[in-house]
C-alpha cells in the first residue's frame, strides 16, 4: 500500500489473487484508486476489547463443531443469546427450516437504539462448516472454526458489551447469521447464506407491508477477523464508498497496514443485503489464510490483538458511516425502496 501525495488520499496497490470465497480461481481485478476521506477522530476504545472477544472466541471453540443441528450448534446459540441477555439485550431468536435442505437453522437478532431512527447491520456468521460425512476423506476432520466464525461472534459479543454502557452513534442490528456455510465441502452458492437469505427476505417483507418501519442504510460484516498475521481483504463486492470510510478509520487509528491490500470477490452474507441495494462492506482475512476450512483453524492461529485492531476500526468508521448514510434522510418516513450507492 503507498499513500497519495494528497492528505486526503490513499492509493492502493492491488495485486490479483488466488481464491475466493466460492472457490473461483485466479483473478486480476484493478478498480481504480479509492479516495479516502477525511480522517475521523478515533473513538474512546476500550483497551481490553480484543481481550474480551478472545475470551468469547475461546469459550465458543470449547463448544466444538457448530454445524446446524450439532450439539455444539445448540451450545452455541445458547452461550451467545445467554452472553447478550446478561447485558441487557433483548434477543429475537429466529428458527427457521429450509424446505429444500430438510435443514433448521437459527438466526440471532439483537437491536441497540442509537439515536436515529434508521438502522445499520452489524454481522457475522455463527455456524461452522460441516467437515464429516463427505464422499471425499480429505474433506472429513475434526474442525472447530475458530477463525471462521468464531472470531466474529466473539467481536460482536464484545462491541456489544461496550455499546450496552456507551450509546452507538446510529441505531445498530446486530445479526448472527446461520448457514452461512455451503452444505457440500465445495462452495456451492444455492446450498449457503441461508441465514442472511433469510434476514433479507423478512427485512424487505417488512418495508413492502409497512411504510413507516424503520430502513436499513447499510450493512458491515465481519468474518475472519482474528488470525495473528491478519490482513483483510479489499472486497470487489463490497461498496466504494464504504470500503473508504473504513480504511479512513483505519488510518485514523494507526492501523491501515491491515487493510485492503489484496483484491478478490468474495462470495459471503453481504451478498443478500447487496442484492436489495445496500450499501455493504466484507471485512474478511480470506486471500492469505492457510488455516481456512482446514483442521488448523485454532486458537493457535488467532491473536487477541487483531480483534482490537479492528473492533477500533467499526467503534471508529461508525460516526461516519451514520453520516454518510443516514443524517442527510428526511424527517418523513423514507417511502422509497433501498438502494445503492
Not at 473508504?244 to 478509520?249: D, F, K, M, P, R
Not at 494507526?254 to 436489495?276: I, K, N, Q, S, W
Request: aromatic share 8%.
Amino acid at each position: 500500500m503507498s499513500a497519495g501525495r494528497g492528505p486526503l488520499a490513499l492509493v492502493f496497490l492491488l495485486t490479483a489473487t488466488a481464491g475466493c470465497r466460492d472457490g473461483a480461481g485466479p483473478r486480476s481485478l484493478e478498480p481504480p484508486p479509492v479516495e479516502v476521506p477525511p480522517l475521523p477522530k478515533p473513538q474512546d476504545l476500550p483497551p481490553d476489547l480484543g481481550t474480551r472477544a478472545f475470551a468469547h472466541v475461546r469459550a465458543l471453540v470449547g463448544f466444538g463443531a457448530r454445524n446446524p443441528g450439532s450439539p455444539g450448534w445448540r451450545r452455541g446459540l445458547d452461550y451467545v443469546a445467554g452472553q447478550f441477555e446478561a447485558l441487557g439485550l433483548p434477543v429475537r431468536r429466529d428458527r427457521f427450516t429450509d424446505a429444500k435442505e430438510g435443514q433448521t437453522f437459527e438466526n440471532l437478532v439483537v437491536r441497540i437504539p442509537g439515536g436515529t431512527r434508521d438502522f445499520v447491520v452489524l454481522g457475522a456468521h455463527h455456524d461452522t462448516k460441516v467437515t464429516e460425512g463427505h464422499e471425499d476423506p480429505d474433506h472429513n476432520f475434526p474442525f472447530v472454526g475458530a477463525n471462521d466464525s468464531a472470531s466474529g461472534v466473539g467481536l460482536l459479543l464484545a462491541l456489544a458489551a461496550h455499546w450496552a454502557s456507551h450509546a452507538p452513534p446510529v441505531t445498530l442490528e446486530l445479526v448472527l447469521f446461520d448457514g452461512e456455510e455451503s452444505i457440500p465441502f465445495k462452495w456451492k452458492l444455492d446450498r449457503a447464506l441461508f441465514g442472511s437469505r433469510r434476514w433479507v427476505a423478512e427485512y424487505r417483507r417488512l418495508i413492502q407491508k409497512d411504510d413507516a418501519a424503520p430502513r436499513l442504510r447499510a450493512m458491515i460484516l465481519l468474518d475472519m477477523v482474528a488470525a495473528a498475521d491478519l490482513q483483510l481483504d479489499d472486497d470487489s463486492n463490497s461498496d466504494r464508498d464504504l470500503k473508504s470510510i473504513v480504511l479512513a478509520a483505519a488510518k485514523a487509528c494507526g492501523h491501515e497496514r491491515y487493510f485492503f491490500r489484496r483484491t478478490l470477490a468474495v462470495t459471503d452474507d453481504h451478498l443478500p443485503f447487496r442484492e436489495a441495494g445496500i450499501p455493504v462492506v466484507d471485512l474478511i482475512d480470506l486471500a492469505d489464510n492457510p488455516q481456512w476450512h482446514t483442521r488448523d483453524d485454532t486458537l493457535e492461529h488467532l491473536a487477541p490483538s487483531s480483534l482490537q485492531v479492528v473492533g477500533e476500526v467499526v467503534l471508529t468508521a461508525l460516526p461516519a458511516v451514520a453520516r454518510r448514510y443516514l443524517e442527510a434522510e428526511p424527517a418523513a418516513p423514507d417511502r422509497t425502496e433501498p438502494r445503492g450507492r
